[in-house]
């Protein structure tokens, strides 16, 4: 999947919607500007670290155990 990643949920989200990889383009361009390529560094610690604690928050412990079950669905929607 490419586009619309901007937080560790979204990649979260990707993965349990069958992703089998996700890709980050525009916070990569938006971090290289602000920051060179310290900044893209920073962005990607706090990507992963967000990833990290959303597989946490549901509860699973490896990318295999994420799966459609961690999306939320309305009922009736």
């Given at each position: 999947m490419d586009g619309g990643i901007r937080r560790g949920t979204d990649i979260l989200?990707?993965?349990a919607l069958g992703a089998a990889a996700v890709l980050v383009g525009?916070?990569?361009l938006?971090?290289?500007a602000v920051?060179?390529?310290?900044g893209v560094a920073?962005?990607?610690t706090i990507l992963?670290?967000?990833f990290e604690v959303a597989m946490a928050l549901t509860g699973?412990?490896?990318l295999a155990e994420i799966d459609r079950s961690v999306i939320f669905e309305?009922?009736?929607a």
């Open positions: 989200k990707a993965i525009q916070p990569v938006h971090a290289l920051g060179g390529a310290v920073h962005m990607l992963q670290t967000e699973r412990a490896s309305r009922p009736g």
